[in-house]
């Protein structure tokens, strides 16, 4: 499969949970018939994914608990255990042609490099941590707190789901859940001390990533929005549902 040698950002501003993994689906689509990679930046309201390694065990707090803080529960396809999206935090889904035979740790580490040399450019040091996938950094006591969570599936040679950068959650959101599965602290900009507007802080990850994935990074306003056969029929985002509404019921 011949991919373009470009790396197209969107910014797209709030989107529902939904909504974004269904466009995810249908750009993976476009980009499988040879359409350009893409980078698409957003933030969403308050929501608990629990990836495929994931179970519900790891919400700390009862169904009525996280309704009352405006939070939905799904289930999700890519990698990973459970974490939490929700306003002030910049998520990014890169939906790249890798080819055949993708070298997934190979692309997951770009994506922990991206985000590590876009920190740097606001003078905050992020790292990897052995065996711990996503970038951390040292809070002022000195405790490491990890800032960006990462978590991919790559489907017949291209990748969806992403990367998700705390610039100024709310950091309380984490105490409701065990993150990623296992007990650790949660920084952000706002927590370091900084602030940054979330756009900003995409457009310097876009051109970090790009350049990580030797892709020439171009800069677009929108993306055509899903259709419905560009949804895959089997694809897990058509039977999500929400997990807390199921609780209710």
């Known amino acids: 499969m011949e991919r373009s040698g470009e790396l197209r950002a969107t910014w797209l501003g709030r989107v529902p949970y939904l909504d974004g993994w269904r466009l995810q689906e249908a750009v993976a689509t476009r980009v499988r018939s040879g359409g350009p990679s893409r980078l698409l930046l957003l933030e969403h309201d308050p929501v608990y994914t629990i990836g495929r390694r994931g179970t519900t065990a790891n919400l700390l707090a009862a169904p009525a608990e996280l309704r009352a803080h405006g939070a939905s529960v799904y289930r999700v396809d890519r990698g990973g255990d459970i974490t939490f999206h929700g306003p002030g935090q910049l998520v990014g889904y890169p939906i790249v042609g890798l080819g055949e035979a993708p070298d997934l740790v190979g692309y997951v580490r770009a994506l922990e490099g991206a985000i590590i040399e876009a920190l740097a450019s606001y003078g905050i040091a992020g790292r990897r941590i052995e065996h711990k996938t996503g970038v951390w950094v040292d809070l002022r006591d000195g405790r490491a707190g990890k800032i960006c969570a990462i978590g991919v599936r790559v489907s017949r040679g291209v990748s969806t789901h992403g990367f998700a950068l705390n610039v100024s959650t709310d950091l309380a959101a984490f105490t409701r859940m065990l993150p990623c599965g296992f007990a650790h602290e949660a920084a952000s ?61």
Do not use: K, M
């Open 189 to 249: 900009f706002e927590r370091l001390g900084l602030r940054a507007d979330l756009r900003e802080a995409g457009e310097r990850v876009a051109v970090t990533l790009a350049r990580r994935l030797g892709l020439e990074l171009r800069t677009e306003d929108g993306v055509d929005p899903a259709r419905d056969d560009e949804v895959p029929a089997d694809a897990p985002v058509r039977s999500a549902e929400d997990l807390l509404a199921t609780a209710a019921a």
